[in-house]
């Protein structure tokens, strides 16, 4: 994943002949009996963000990178991302309070190494300050692969990248990037699986996906916006979605994909399988030829396959390693966010690792007594859902998930972690936290929901993202597990200091527009109605051509010639500026061009709008503040 010397095009000959030789040097190797079955191994890779004193992306992986030169530490595809691998554990005995301890241990010395450059790392499936002013060129990260992948994903595609998901509100996105992608953050569990038994695991690694998501749902909001439960699950699938739209007709498999049907012939049928679906995007020049490395006694890495299966995202992916000159198979856990806290994403690998190990033999042959559409269901379900979601289970019995988990799965992992040799204590330390979490129903987003009603009825939308943002990060530190978190206040983010930095964080967003053909008689009704002065106009296609006000329909109020439009009213080049601007600086632009209001556009679209009421506002709240800081 951290290859830099990468070339498309030319080299995409050979590189499908690497393909090619890796997938038969796999099932040789397969046929051989050659891979390790045992002992299984855990590992796991943390995504996190980096945010600034004002709680905003910080642009800084690379520095800190550089500074911290921890090669088990890596770039993820933006700026104010980063990555850490962390190395493999043995199944059983104490591995899982290992990995927490190693965490915490690996994490404080990032964050340490993080302050030194006015930032600090927060662990959350969605930063929630994030927002569409970061989604620019600039914000990815500086490594050639990046940017090749972003374009040759985008040259596939054709066309904008759609992104629309509707939860309590409504998110319509059309971007010509990837970078959408940049805003999930996971924590991906890894188990060693026995090679001679694919089909089961992974069979049951589908099956069991939906339930095991509704208990760990973190990712609620984005841009603001009440989405799903795990909205991260709908927005990566759509911000990479290379498709074409071929009509109703045309069936065509995405690159973020669950599945669509059971496995039936193992290993080699998931690499045929994405290799048949899915282009290469990343064609380097490949130096290895597995059969040469097998004649010598040696285990081929299998360069070109890797490659391919790290650009198909599948929610429960098969990867393939070499540990120590000899081969493995391992299911990769790409669906669980990063966060609440550390204690928590150990307790989700736990039951997903204690269900995967603790499978009762009656169900090895899910496939059976399933359908794989409602596991499908299942999945998405509990995506948009968490806890309330219903799961169709075993021979298509519908069971509430909360009930599912506390009477099957929570008792199943306990049985299969034992049964591993894991550590007693650990078993309790961490299944404990999901089964009060289950019960009390008190998941990561919906401490953030809870959080978000609370403070939206006293301060504005960004302060209350704020709040939450400074919220996680605080509870982090303590570590105590998120079911038993308080409600975040509006003190943890410093009130309106913080929350009016940028235009964008005090814009009106509520916007009413109108179009040039509109006549202006409507338009001043509009105006009446909706207790408003300025109107943005756009045309057919969304972007903005100008902008009419009151005073300029007062002109033209007592005209009697009914054909005027808008188009005769409206300012074609009204001073505007992006959302990233310091409010300050718009403030003063309003002052020297004497204009009392602002629109706020990004790539033609506009956003949001600034008047002189929101500068009265902030004035107030300023003063205010000063007063209860002298009380």
Known sequence: MGEHKIQEGSDRAQFVASLMKDLEALEVMLNNGSFENAPLHIGAEQELCLIDHDLRPAMKNMELLEALNDPCLTTELAKFNLELNLPPLPCGGNSLGAMENDLISRLTEVNRMAHKFDSKIILTGILPTISVSHMVPETMTPNPRYKLLNDVMYGNKGASFEMHIRGIDELNIHSDTVLYESCNTSFQVHLQIDANKVVEELNWAHAISGPILAACTNSPMFFGKRLWRETRIALFHQSTDIRKNQGPYREERPRVDLGAEWLKGGAIEVYRDIVTRHRSLLTPHIDEDPFEVILKGEVPKLKALSMHNGTVYKWNRLCYGVTDNKPHLRVECRYLP????????????????????????????????????????????????????????????????????????????????????????????????????????????????????????????????????????????????????????????????????????????????????????????????????????????????????????????????????????????????????????????????????????????????????????????????????KD
């Open 338 to 629: 990063s966060g609440p806290t550390i204690i928590d994403e150990v307790a989700n690998s736990a039951l997903w690792l204690g269900c995967m190990l603790g499978r009762p033999k009656e169900l090895d042959r899910i496939d059976q007594l399933m359908e794989y559409d409602d596991a499908t269901l299942n999945f998405f379900r509990s995506a948009r859902e968490g806890m309330q979601a219903a799961i169709k289970w075993i021979n298509g019995k519908e069971i509430p998930s909360r009930t599912l988990l506390l009477e099957e799965l929570i008792p199943m992992a306990r049985t299969g972690l034992a049964k591993a040799g894991y550590d007693a204590r650990d078993i309790d330390r961490y299944l404990n936290v999901i089964e009060e979490r289950v019960d009390t129903g008190r998941t990561g987003s919906q401490w953030i929901l809870d959080t978000h009603a609370g403070l939206k009825k006293e301060v504005s939308e960004d302060q209350a993202l704020l709040a939450i943002t400074e919220g996680i990060y605080q509870r982090q530190k303590v570590g105590k597990p998120v079911h038993k978190w308080d409600l975040a206040t509006i003190k943890e983010s410093e009130g309106w200091k913080t929350g009016a930095k940028y235009v964008e964080q005090i814009m009106s967003k509520d916007l009413i527009t109108v179009q040039e053909d509109e006549p202006i008689e409507l338009v001043k009704n509009i105006m009446l109605w909706s207790n408003i002065h300025h109107i943005p106009v756009e045309d057919s296609s969304g972007d903005m051509v100008g902008l009419v006000s009151a005073d300029k329909l007062l002109e033209l109020m007592f005209k009697s010639d009914h054909s005027i439009t808008v188009r005769d009213a409206m300012d074609r080049e009204p001073y505007s500026v992006p959302p990233g601007t310091l409010t300050n600086d718009a403030f003063k632009l309003m002052k020297e061009t004497e204009c009392n209001y602002l629109p706020i556009v990004f790539k033609n679209k506009v956003l949001g709008i600034i008047t002189d009421n929101d500068r009265i506002k902030m004035a107030e709240n300023a003063f205010s503040s000063s007063i209860d800081q």
